[in-house]
């Protein structure tokens, strides 16, 4: 079962069709329909390219998205996604205004426009598809209470209980299409770990040691959907546009609770830098569980060096079993459209190197 020896997260470089063909759409120029088209073109290209690299799972780039979150959220029952003030600020410059507001119960998951996504993929993959989606957490860290008008919910507890079952079926309809392989991007368990979004979390009225419980227990009520033999990861980063990070620590104040009360199969851990601290946390990992090691970063073009990274495998093999690691990228390469600043041919040669690196390593 996923994760893989050689993963990798998901998100991959807009093409510059895909990038045309959305301004000509904009501007009222092409149909949606040949939007459409186009996108399907560029992920059958993109499908190729990753099982040509000999990875063991696919994804379909995130080509369709505009952003990782909003996209999946904003299209839920009783969420909409509108321009507003970003709470959390990356270290640089900042994405357009956008955020996220309840606007009726929770708690029922209809057609969403991303089952027919991991249709399309499933479709032309020859290779496992994979599918990503933001964590639960992802509609409440940012915003806190202010997203959720107490006129729909008085009680929080009722809310993050309607979210958990919305997400359960988000997951039980993925699987019923076919889906065995999901990752839940979960950037706010990293963030958490740094004492500035901590801070500014108790400021809005939240406790953070709570809401790690909390998160945790929804993360839970959604893998409940997920029927025996689909895998389902997590992915955990520090904020990733336009190669800029949102926060910094590392994950020793998150790590028990992350591995020991949360169902997740796999953990896509960010290690590509210092801001992600050391190895020492993978000693609360239980045996069964896999991590896999995102030890060469999306953020950046530069090359890595193929013994360094098996030395810093080594390392983290001393505090878990070797057998429960795998290696990926920190990130994906474009968690928005606009994408990191790395080239597509940088990107591919990181991606092919993971391959090989993870061969040389596990056989």
């Not at 249709?119 to 032309?124: D, K, M, P």
């Amino acid at each position: 079962m996923p994760p893989f020896r050689a993963d990798h997260v998901g998100s991959l470089l807009r093409p510059v069709a895909i990038k045309e063909a959305r301004e000509q759409h904009a501007r009222g120029e092409i149909a949606a329909a040949t939007l459409a088209a186009v996108e399907d073109r560029e992920i059958r290209a993109a499908i190729r390219r990753q099982e040509d690299i000999g990875l063991a799972a696919v994804t379909d780039g995130e080509l369709r998205r505009a952003s990782w979150n909003y996209d999946f959220l904003g299209r839920l029952d009783g969420v909409e996604a509108y321009p507003g003030e970003r709470s959390i600020k990356f270290q640089g410059v900042q994405p357009r205004p956008m955020a996220l507001r309840v606007t009726a119960k929770l708690g029922t998951f209809a057609e969403h426009p991303m089952i027919d996504h991991f249709r399309f993929l499933r479709a032309h993959a020859r290779a496992m598809p994979k599918m990503t989606i933001p964590s639960p957490s992802s509609l409440h860290f940012r915003y806190g209470r202010a997203a959720v008008p107490q006129s729909i919910y008085a009680e929080m507890d009722e809310f993050y209980a309607d979210l958990g079952t919305t997400y359960a079926k988000a997951i039980r309809a993925f699987a019923d299409a076919g889906c065995r392989y999901i990752q839940l991007d979960e950037v706010n368990f990293t963030y958490l770990c740094d004492p500035k979004l901590r801070a500014q979390v108790a400021s809005r009225g939240d406790n953070p040691a709570r809401l790690l419980a909390i998160y945790a227990d929804l993360i839970n009520a959604a893998i409940a959907g997920a029927p025996g033999g689909m895998a389902v990861t997590m992915h955990l980063c520090r904020g990733n546009f336009r190669s800029t990070f949102v926060a910094t620590g590392g994950y020793e104040l998150v790590a028990e609770i992350l591995f020991n009360s949360i169902n997740a199969r796999g953990y896509f851990m960010e290690y590509d830098s210092a801001r992600a601290g050391g190895f020492e946390p993978l000693r609360f990992v239980p045996k069964g569980k896999m991590v896999v090691l995102g030890l060469l970063t999306s953020k950046s073009g530069a090359p890595e060096d193929k013994d360094a990274i098996k030395r810093r495998v080594e390392e983290a093999a001393q505090f878990i079993d070797p057998d429960q690691l795998c290696l990926s990228p920190q990130c994906g390469f474009a968690s928005t459209e606009e994408g990191n600043i790395v080239t597509p041919d940088e990107q591919w040669a990181k991606l092919r190197m993971i391959v090989e690196v993870a061969e040389e390593i596990w056989g």
